[in-house]
């Protein structure tokens, strides 16, 4: 059963342009809401992560909405640069515990300059 | 360099064969994980360690698997017997109990 949807599986947009990525979970009990940038041949990278007492958090060109009501969390880019091309994935987990991290399948992400 | 390391970086073996990773997290990382990722889809959780101890394993985990990490260091993966099906990328990661992973590049596998 997947936990955690994400959408959509590619995106391309211009430079300057705003990718807009979602996802939605299904466990209420996740409590920690990571997203992951993945360059090809290497590991995810922590980008941002939001817990569900806050609606929006920002870093940098980074921002994370979130709508706890609706199971359903979205990443942001502002002002987008070629070198944000890489593949993105949502994640949720419970903290507290080990923090096994349960992710999205992914959105391909290409900034056209 | 103080991030997560794997060696290999790339294997390739024979179907049947063994394979063994290591995994080196970042030294004040009490925590330590294994996932598995194939193409066009997110890393799928494997297995867990807090310090030496093993504390979880996904049922993805068959008994074709083992993971170690002796001296709640280093940890191996091994996965026993090869099928081609097993062909995908392992990552390692590692954590303290409040932050958020720090992934290895990963080692790939391919079984022919």
């Known amino acids: 059963q997947q936990q955690v949807k994400q959408s959509p599986q590619s995106l391309i947009v211009q430079k300057g342009g705003i990718p807009i990525i979602n996802c939605a979970y299904e466990n209420t009990a996740f409590d920690y809401f990571p997203w992951y940038q993945q360059f090809p041949g290497k590991g995810p990278a922590l980008l941002i992560a939001?817990?569900?007492?806050?609606s929006e958090k920002k870093e940098g060109r980074f921002t994370i909405s979130f709508n706890k009501s609706a199971k359903q969390f979205s990443l942001h880019i502002m002002d987008s640069q070629p070198g944000d091309s890489a593949t993105y994935f949502c994640?949720?987990?419970?903290?507290?515990?080990?923090?096994?991290?349960?992710f999205g399948t992914g959105t391909k992400l290409q900034v056209i300059p | 360099d103080t991030g997560v390391s794997q060696d290999p970086r790339h294997k390739i073996t024979k179907r049947g064969q063994n394979v063994t990773f290591r995994c080196d997290p970042i030294s004040e990382h009490n925590r330590l994980y294994w996932y598995r990722q194939t193409l066009g889809q997110g890393p799928e959780f494997l297995t867990y360690?807090?310090?030496?101890?093993?504390?979880?394993k996904s049922r993805l985990l068959s008994d074709r698997f083992s993971a170690e990490r002796p001296k709640g260091s280093f940890s191996t993966l091994e996965i026993q017997r090869t099928e081609q099906g097993d062909s995908a990328m392992y990552l390692c990661?590692?954590?303290?109990?409040?932050?958020?992973?720090?992934f290895g590049s990963g080692t790939r596998l391919t079984v022919v």
């Open positions: 994640a949720a987990s419970l903290s507290g515990g080990y923090q096994k991290v349960t």
């Open positions: 990661a590692s954590s303290l109990e409040s932050d958020g992973y720090t």
């Open positions: 360690f807090q310090n030496e101890a093993q504390l979880e």
């Open positions: 939001i817990r569900p007492d806050v």
